[in-house]
């Protein structure tokens, strides 16, 4: 039996279980969109599938003014500022700025994962008049207007990490197939806590596009490949270091012994649920998997009370972005097109309709985190 209920940290303590009779029946977890999932083959190695070709169903800039090859000017609105995560994107935008020579980029957003202060920071960008926005969404509905907005008034969008509805934004960077995340994430959770262990979510928000699609594809990966496993809750921590720990070391007091493993949806609650895991002194008997910068990771990696981190290298995903956004402007990237230069990373694959692909995810372990600084 699958059982997973969700739980908002403004109802936090009460339960909303949603038992299936079985994985066949299951219904669809009410985080998630509407779109369709996709789960992957199961076993370790399995093929990523491949996408269907889709027709480009991006925005457009309207009227926007030819600055092929001049110097533009971008500004980057992540979901927050403040964390090592977005700190690692932003330095690669810089390193692509640099190398391409005719690009001048800024960072600024809110200091707190919130969608309202993000669309402020958006505006005001608009107003103040700039070539281009990068972004990556806390909500992908209400972050739209905003954006459209910038596109009536001949401003390029590009988004990345996390999306807004396809329309608001010409392209988006997406890090790695959602598909992808949620085998590697359930993969290595099973591994460690075997096809019948029970496990909790610690994610941001329930809306928050890239943690949403996320875990729609792992419930269904999970309930095809590991259909005794159980899904006890899932909890919203905001990207906020103390709330994640916080509501980590809540569902190791409420679940005791039923909890086998924690899954951390981001940067900041990986680390925080390592942490609760830690100072409870159940290494080794409560895993901890989950999406996260190594750095972060390295004091619970070295010590062995986590195995496996999954993620892609932000570094990479900052500097692509920046290169879409300056193919857009030089018009070498335009609707139709199946993939775009990317500098030293090479050609990247348009997947979706109007995604460009950064690559498959990446696990960080003992044996290869101290290869990566970031």
Known sequence: ??????????????????????????ERWDGADNLPVSPLACGAGAAMAAAEAKPYDG???INAPDKAGEKITLVDVPKLIGIGYFAATTEGMRLAAEELGNVDIKTDGPTEANIDD???????????GVDGLLFAANDPVAIAPVLRTALKKGVH?????????????????????????????MDSIIAEIGEDGSFAIVTSTFTTPNQARW?????????????????????EAQEDNILSF????????KHGEDLKGLLGMTSVATPASAEAVTQAGLCGEVAVVGLATPNAMKPYVKSDCVKSVVLWNPVDLGYAAVHVMRAVVDG????????????????????????VLLGAPYVFNKDNIDNFDF
């Open 59 to 61: 925005g457009v800039a």
């Open 118 to 128: 993000q669309i402020t920071f958006l505006d005001n960008f608009i107003t103040q």
């Open 332 to 355: 070498k990237f335009a609707p139709g097109a199946t993939e775009v230069s990317a500098g030293k990373l090479g050609a990247l694959q348009v997947v979706n309709g109007s995604e």
């Open 1 to 26: 039996m699958f059982k997973k209920a969700k739980t908002s940290v403004a109802v936090c303590g009460m339960l909303i279980a949603l038992t299936h009779a079985t994985s066949a029946s299951a």
């Open 246 to 253: 916080n509501q980590a070391t809540t569902l190791i007091n």
């Open 215 to 235: 875990i729609a594809e792992m419930q269904a990966y999970a309930e095809q490949c590991y259909p005794k496993a159980r899904w006890l809750e899932t909890v």
């Open 157 to 185: 969008v590009v988004g990345y990490d996390a999306n807004a509805e396809p329309d608001a934004r010409e392209w988006f960077v997406n890090q790695a197939e959602f598909n992808g995340i949620a085998k590697s994430m």
